[in-house]
């Protein structure tokens, strides 16, 4: 696992331009939330898109053990994008179904990806159970209204977004870091 860091550290600026659509999705919808619900169909399909884009890519390239949930992640992104991109105003109430599904899905999938994982478990079961946690409350409570859909998803997004500037940033750090050769020592 080690030895595929610098390989995903070599891409770290996606993570940082994933974390900043995420974060221009969360604020907008915050600051605007009347005027952002067509637009926030439109941007969580965009979103989306990305996200399938990414997941689908490491379920080729990535880790054996893990491509089968990247693969089924991606595909659940992909169709939910571009629900939300074909119909942003005419079905507001299948954007919130769809947004809802997707984030119970993802977040499952991040928790058993993050209970499979060394190191900082706690980060994905944490990220995963907030997903998980407002797709369930967007799904059982559909009449709260679009408005307050829209700040469930702004909260999500803010969050989502803080966390990739953050991992895309310390992979930066790392991708400067190239593994250094094993040093052979003779006995005397």
Do not use: Q
């Amino acid at each position: 696992m080690i030895s595929e860091v610098p390989s995903i550290a070599k891409n770290w600026w996606l993570f940082v331009v994933l974390g900043v659509i995420c974060l221009a999705t969360g604020i907008a919808t915050i600051v605007w939330p009347d005027l952002t619900l067509l637009a926030l169909g439109l941007l969580a399909g965009i979103y989306l898109l990305i996200t399938a884009f990414m997941e689908i890519l490491d379920a080729i390239t990535g880790d054996a053990t893990s491509r089968a949930l990247s693969a089924i992640i991606g595909v659940i992104a992909l169709i939910a994008g571009v629900v939300c991109i074909r119909r942003p105003g005419e079905s507001l109430l299948a954007i919130v179904i769809v947004l809802g599904v997707y984030l119970i899905a993802e977040g499952v999938i991040r928790i058993i990806l993050a209970l499979g994982s060394d190191g900082r478990r706690w980060w994905g079961i944490a990220l995963g159970g907030l997903d998980v946690i407002v797709g369930i409350m967007i799904m059982a409570w559909p009449e709260i209204g679009l408005v307050t859909l829209a700040v469930f998803f702004a909260l999500t997004m803010i969050f989502r977004g803080i966390f990739a500037i953050v991992a895309g940033l310390k992979l930066r750090g790392l991708s400067k870091i190239e593994e250094a050769p094993a040093e052979h020592t003779a006995f005397a």
